[in-house]
């Protein structure tokens, strides 16, 4: 629902009119309305015949009464447009920094994030820089759809995000890709280390589907530039791909052995 549309018609107005003349105008303009109104109206009463007591009453009742209400309504209308537009703002915010699919970090975001933790960490962390990327994306998607291949990337990032606790930020960088960087006590080092590669193996999508990803994780230098972490990590998931290809090829490469021998015993 657009913004606009969350506005009462006065609300759209007073923000329509603070654009177009500017906040300090719109609010001096209603406050000297109002105080035109009651001087008009305590000068009528004033020049009214003597005799006619009650009308003199009313006309400075309702004289008092003008700034009394006009203040207080134009009060709330004002901070009620300010409460919808800080809400406006932070939905906006999160809309930009939030990934659409999987509720994580963005790229942005994790840019912005990973930045400053670089610079941040304290005596006794250790910053650990990662990617991550699922394995065999595409034929997930060919195989079971491109439903089965959203709900993977959700179930990793949440495993992911899991593991990673609040020692600093996971966001996913692209298509299939993940990073994260975390400030880590150097005692937990291990165990936050061994929880991010769980999270990436044996990642339940359906009772049909079971995928792993691949993990590049490396400590870095406090302060390093970001491009340079993001190079370590990207050439440490190089590494863990190479790696797991070949124990996945392995066994093949054992089975067709065997076949062969079985061949040549006949």
């Given at each position: 629902m657009p913004f606009g549309n969350k506005l009462s018609p006065l609300q759209q107005?007073?923000?329509?009119?603070?654009?177009?003349?500017?906040t300090g105008i719109v609010v001096a303009a209603i406050t000297g309305v109002s105080v035109a109104l009651s001087l008009g109206v305590t000068a009528?009463?004033?020049?009214?015949?003597?005799?006619?007591a009650t009308f003199k009453a009313y006309a400075l009742a309702i004289a008092t009464l003008i700034p009394l209400l006009v203040?207080?309504?134009?009060?709330?209308v004002v901070v009620r447009l300010l409460h919808g537009l800080a809400a406006a703002?932070?939905?906006?915010?999160?809309?930009?920094?939030?990934?659409?699919?999987?509720?994580?970090?963005?790229?942005r975001q994790y840019f912005e994030l990973a930045t400053g933790l670089l610079v941040t960490a304290a005596d006794g962390e250790q910053t650990l820089i990662g990617m991550v990327d699922l394995d065999r994306f595409k034929q997930i998607n060919d195989a079971h759809g491109h439903g089965a291949g959203d709900l993977a990337l959700v179930r990793?990032?949440?495993?992911?995000?899991?593991?990673?606790?609040?020692?600093?930020?996971?966001?996913?960088?692209?298509?299939d890709e993940f990073a994260l960087c975390l400030n880590v006590p150097q005692a937990q080092v291990p165990v936050v280390s061994d929880a991010l590669r769980a999270a990436c193996t044996n990642i339940a999508?359906?009772?049909?589907?079971?995928?792993?990803?691949?993990?590049?994780?490396?400590?870095?230098?406090?302060?390093?530039?970001?491009?340079?972490?993001?190079?370590?990590?990207?050439?440490?998931?190089?590494?863990?791909?190479?790696?797991?290809?070949?124990?996945?090829?392995?066994?093949?490469?054992?089975?067709?052995?065997?076949?062969?021998?079985?061949?040549?015993?006949?």
């Open positions: 107005r007073l923000l329509h009119l603070s654009r177009t003349f500017g009528l009463s004033f020049g009214a015949p003597p005799v006619d203040a207080p309504v134009v009060s709330i703002f932070e939905e906006l915010h999160t809309l930009a920094s939030t990934d659409a699919l999987t509720g994580i970090a963005n790229r990793v990032a949440h495993r992911l995000q899991h593991a990673a606790g609040t020692y600093g930020v996971v966001g996913r960088v692209g298509g999508v359906t009772p049909a589907l079971v995928v792993n990803a691949s993990l590049g994780l490396c400590p870095v230098a406090g302060g390093i530039a970001i491009d340079e972490a993001m190079s370590l990590a990207d050439r440490a998931l190089y590494d863990a791909k190479a790696a797991n290809r070949r124990r996945t090829e392995a066994p093949q490469a054992v089975s067709h052995t065997r076949q062969r021998r079985a061949v040549s015993i006949d």
